[in-house]
């Protein structure tokens, strides 16, 4: 069945259901470790080395000693949907599309940062929520929603489940129950324009599906976040995602020409087309709102021609700082590559940028950067960067001239195997902390974004901050790596990775983490950097959303909240400060 024109723009097509439904085998999403990172089957072994590395440093066995038991073991309070919630919903969505069992309702329990995971594995949850609702369609969500309103049940969004912010922990604030509102059955391509290279989508499809959907027309998303297997197309308009490929194509909130939104006081129907002036921008408003002003059920974004050749490679840079200036170059060049990454001396020496499994599906690393020409490397910088092209050609005379500012700056060639080894396994760091989470580690990431002139700085204040904070709390060696991976002409993100011995129980471990998180967060708002970068806000980092917009900036977001959900029931407690 052919495509049917819009009669809006002859060039843009509808998608029949038959080209923008996915295959009856890829619309069942593959299972979700349930106090893991994502597929259960997927296991990322440390390697040798880097186990050697924790052992000693740590005085482990390397054994697990804290791996999750069985799910059906975690105890759930009952469920407080009252029966006519309950038919009101049944009545919206279907009694199959109402979930109360044990196993969903943990599923849904919050999101995968490590206090998530930590929660989960622990005897007992007591947030949770009381059922889980997967509507079908748009009209369907709007619906739910205003069963939820007319109800007091609050609404939680879930695409993905990949917060790492605290963005999907089941709260009710006053309200009589709470749902969480799984998006998967949202999984069309809804229409796409090969002239205006646009494409809506629906919120619920996960980027591997939407790219599956997209490339028989020659495109695909352009978003590769370290959540793609699992991250929604929803989730990132609502939390203003960044992707590793930010350099070439930009964040996902760059990449939004329209959305469609669900709301306690109607739907909205926003943009569409290229910029204007016709007021503010209320698409602004919904990017980056995190599900509590109303829940994204479409999007149209700018699509990406699929590339025809890619070349990733590696350098040795000197230093963190002679790094940062040969990044802060390439961004403000014509020779931008769609990936620039660094990671730090400590990130590099662990290998942990460039660890990928070989044939058997052992953890390995490449070599160490080469020192010809250069200083021990271990104390030198990994820099990955990578282009994406239309021919071969183009691809290696743009990274041929980017060569010669990396070199400029001290940087010495690696060749392209740390570039395709980073390529390999971009995915797979949460796979390790899995691994280290079973060992009675704490591993946990944070990150945020600053200007040139203050990154170096803000890096050597925020580091030995969180080490101090958690050797105070618990006496344990702390390793704390960093790397830049987002790039822009005016500054750059910065993402840490923390390592140290867990507590005696999950409970202790989330403990000893918040204390760090809370010397984290004071130094990022003393050093008016953000809070996040690409993480979003949850309630992780609501304490300091003041700092980050001030005052009169969070009464104008509740101001807007209230308009359009005055009954509290999108989200409560994430987001703003309570």
Known sequence: MAAAPDPQNPAATTVPRSASALPDADRDRFPVAWAGWADPAHREPLADDLLGLIRGAFGISGEPVAAPGEPAAVELPASSLSDASREALVATV????????HDARLRHAGGKSTPDLLDVRGAALA????????????DEVQRVIEVCRDQRIAVVPFGGGTSVVGGLRALRGDLDAVIALDLRR????????????????????????????????????????????????????ATRSSGQAS????????????????????????????????????????LGSEGTLGVITEVTIRVQPLPRAQRYEGWALPSFAAGSAALRDLARSGERPTVMRMSDEVETAMRLATVTEDAEGAAVAPDAPDAADGPDPAA??????????ADAATV???AERAGEILRRHGGVAQGKEPGE??????????YLRDALLDMGMLVETLETVTTWSKLDALRARLVPAIQEALTARHGAPVIVMSHVSHVYSEGASLYLTVVTKGGDDPAATIAIWEHGKQAAGDVLAAERASIT??????????PWMTAEIGALGVAIVQAVKDRLDPTNVMNPGKLLPG
């Not at 494409?199 to 793609?228: M, N």
């Not at 020409?257 to 109607?266: D, E, I, M």
């Not at 080894?421 to 949460?430: E, I, L, N, S, Y």
């Open 533 to 542: 970068h690409h993480h979003a806000v949850g309630t992780d980092h609501a």
């Open 247 to 286: 350099s070439g194509y930009g964040r996902f909130d760059a990449m939004v020409v329209g959305l469609r939104v669900a709301t306690p006081s109607g739907e909205l129907r926003l943009g569409g087309g290229p910029p204007n002036a016709a007021g503010p921008d209320l698409r602004q408003l919904v």
């Open 94 to 101: 279907g009694a199959d599309h109402v979930l109360e069992d």
């Open 396 to 398: 290696d005379g743009r």
């Open 127 to 138: 947030e949770v929520p009381d059922a889980v609702v997967l509507p079908a369609t748009p």
């Open 421 to 430: 080894a980073w390529k390999r396994g971009r995915f797979h760091a949460p």
């Open 380 to 389: 030198r910088c990994l820099v990955v960067v990578g282009w994406d092209g």
């Open 186 to 237: 949202l999984d069309l391509l809804v229409a796409i324009d090969p002239v205006d290279q646009t494409a809506t989508l629906q919120a619920g499809l996960l980027t591997p599906q939407a790219d599956a959907l997209l490339r028989p027309h020659g495109f695909f998303v352009g978003h590769f976040p370290q959540s793609y297997e699992r991250g929604s197309i929803g989730g990132y308009a």
